[in-house]
Every structure is written in structure tokens, then in C-alpha cells.
């Protein structure tokens, strides 16, 4: 039975994201959860942010769908502005929400790493927005898979920390698991772009067949005088 790789992808995003939801989450259907504590300096800030995240983390996955881009054209631009003005201002407030967060104990590094996030995740949707417009539809594609990938940073931190309850072990490794993600989410995006390269050049090569010697003999024209 031959498996669609981009089926498991997005079944495995949709597990992560699902636990991410119900793990981290939930505390937004319950306004006596004490992280409404932690988030109460803030709130105004996180929930249009979190909106914007829904947005980002709803639409991507349809964008990569062939079916919905042929068949519902106009939807997929719609979709796609849509994912684009989510993605460019989420960026920013997250990078404020986490520079606000200092006067609450949280460490520097933790803005610089907020920041960066943000600036990688602006820089590929603005140069995929840019290759739209130009209808350099391959460059496109490459970047909005890299901006989807930073902006999965979101969730594939979280589920990391979750499953292996690494969550707890201070801020230092909550932030060398969010700088992990980071950075291999340009290498997975970039493993995603290429895949058809990468399993091309990795497949075995067919072996050449061996011709015996005394198979191929020049054949002498018999002359009749």
C-alpha cells in the first residue's frame, strides 16, 4: 500500500496540535484557571494574538492542498490574505506579549528569542506574499512552507515539552527546545520543498546488465562468388 507522505505530515500536525490544545490550552474555555493570573496583564494583547495564531494554524494546511487550489481558486487567495495579515501581525505581538512578560520575571533571552521568532516567521510570509504577487509561483510555494514551518514552532515546542514533561526543568531548557525548533523548522521546510530530490538521489540505482563477451560477435557477411 503506498503511503501519501504529506497525509502523514498533516495527520501528525493535527495529533500535535489537538495535544497541544488540550494540554497547554484549555485553560481559554475556563475563566477560573489560574493561568488566567499569569495572563491577566496582558489579556487584551493574547487574545487578538491568539486569533491570529488560530487563523495562521486553520488555513496553512488547506493552502498545501492541490484539490482546494484548483477547484476553489478564489477561496485559496482569500485563505491566503487571510494567513498572510495573521502571520504579519501575530509576529509582532507575540515578540511585545514576551517583552512585556520581563516586568514579570522573565528573562531577556526570552524577548530576544521572541523576537527572531517573529522576524523569521514576517521575512518568509512577506517574500511569500511578494513571489505571489510576481507569479513566481515555485519561489512561493518554497516560502510559504518555510513561514508555516516557523509558524508550527508554536505548537511543535509545546508537544516536546508535554510529552516529555521537559516543561518543568526551568527556563533554560524551555528555551533551548524553542531555539531547537526554530532552527530545524528551516531544515524540515527545506526537506519538504526538495523531498522529491532527496528520494530521487537516495533511491537504488538500477544495476547495468553484463553482456558476456562471446555473446556479441561480429556477424561476417558470407560473399558467393
Known amino acids: 500500500m503506498k503511503v501519501n507522505a504529506k497525509h502523514v505530515v498533516f495527520s501528525v500536525i ?6 497541544v490544545l488540550y494540554h497547554n490550552e484549555r485553560f481559554l474555555i475556563d475563566s477560573s484557571h489560574p493561568a488566567w493570573q499569569r495572563y491577566e496583564a496582558f489579556k487584551w494583547w493574547l487574545l487578538p494574538h491568539g486569533i491570529f495564531g488560530a ?5 496553512a494546511p488547506l493552502q498545501f492542498s492541490e484539490r482546494v487550489r484548483q477547484r476553489f481558486t478564489k ?15 501575530l509576529a509582532p505581538m507575540g515578540a511585545y506579549i514576551q517583552y512585556y512578560q520581563e516586568r514579570m520575571g522573565a528573562p531577556r533571552s526570552f524577548t530576544i528569542l521572541g523576537i527572531v521568532d517573529a522576524t523569521m516567521l514576517m521575512g518568509a510570509t512577506t517574500l511569500a506574499l511578494l513571489f505571489a504577487f510576481r507569479r513566481k509561483i515555485a519561489l512561493h510555494k518554497q516560502w510559504a512552507t518555510r513561514s508555516y514551518a516557523i509558524a508550527l514552532v508554536f ?14 526543568l526551568g527556563v533554560e531548557i524551555i528555551q533551548a527546545i524553542i531555539w531547537s525548533c526554530l532552527a530545524l523548522s528551516m531544515v524540515v521546510a527545506d526537506v519538504s520543498i526538495h523531498w522529491k530530490e532527496i528520494r530521487a538521489a537516495l533511491a537504488p540505482q538500477a544495476k547495468p546488465i553484463a553482456v558476456r563477451k562471446d555473446a556479441v560477435r561480429p556477424r561476417i557477411a558470407r560473399v558467393e562468388v
Open 155 to 168: 505548537i511543535a515546542g509545546r508537544f516536546v515539552m508535554g510529552i516529555t514533561g521537559w516543561e518543568t
Open 14 to 19: 493535527a495529533v500535535a496540535s489537538l495535544y
Open 55 to 59: 487563523i495562521v494554524l486553520l488555513f
Open 75 to 89: 477561496a485559496h487567495r482569500v485563505m491566503g490574505r487571510l494567513y498572510v495579515v495573521s502571520a504579519l501581525l
